[in-house]
């Protein structure tokens, strides 16, 4: 009796996922930038400082894979894995105090989120187009490269506002900007000169653009 109740209830809750679900993976493409004590205090600076010292800073760039579990034609769990590389110089900052400090470098941050996804249209639904605005936040792990410490693990609240456009039943586009409160001050390793604000924490930022496929059953959105 036992084993034939425990194998209606799995029955029941493979039924429903199996309805209830419909499954997107993805791609983004974009670059980062951080905002903390040193370099530019811009929350949205998504471009090389210069083109010229490009083989000293590299491209700022963002990179993620991620995977979209659809609730309803308007709310959405994706779970993403990303790299960030941020780049941070003084010579660049409007404060002249910082400009004429000149202290600069790189980092490269490896993240793993949860994010939730509210779309304002049923861009979700089964038809072949539709444009929707979304907004979204969740939480972030971080593992990034300190001077005095090395390898060092932290978190992040990531969230911020995009547009997704899909195109045909299966394939969609995306944009957004996010951003991320991280619970970190040494992301551009101020912690070795001993700068800033120790009560301020870095911020970093990306602008991407995305390219997700939708596969699995469509869900059934009953009343």
Sequence with gaps: MKRKTLVIIALFFINLF???????????????NLTGDIG???YIN??????????????????????RMNFNPYQSVRFRLAYNRISFDDRYAQELYRASRGLYGT???????????????????EQKSMLSPY?????????????????????AIPFGAGLKYKFNYNWALFGEFMFRATNSD???????????????K????????????SFGRPPCYCQ
């Design 18 to 32: 199996a309805h209830a679900q419909r499954h997107e993976i993805g791609i983004q493409l974009g670059t980062s």
């Design 40 to 42: 530019k205090t811009k």
């Design 46 to 67: 998504p471009f090389p400082n210069s083109i010229n010292n490009l083989a000293n800073e590299g491209i700022p760039f963002y990179g993620a894979i991620m995977y």
């Design 107 to 125: 980092n490269s941050v490896y993240e793993a989120s949860a994010i939730f996804d509210y779309n304002f249209l049923p861009v979700n639904e």
């Design 135 to 155: 907004i979204f936040g969740g939480i972030s792990g971080l593992m990034f490269n300190t001077t005095l410490e090395g390898n060092k693990f932290g978190f």
């Design 186 to 200: 040494t992301l551009d390793y101020s912690d070795e000169y001993n700068l800033g604000n120790l009560n301020s």
């Design 202 to 213: 870095d911020w970093m930022n990306s602008m991407s653009l995305g390219l997700s496929y």
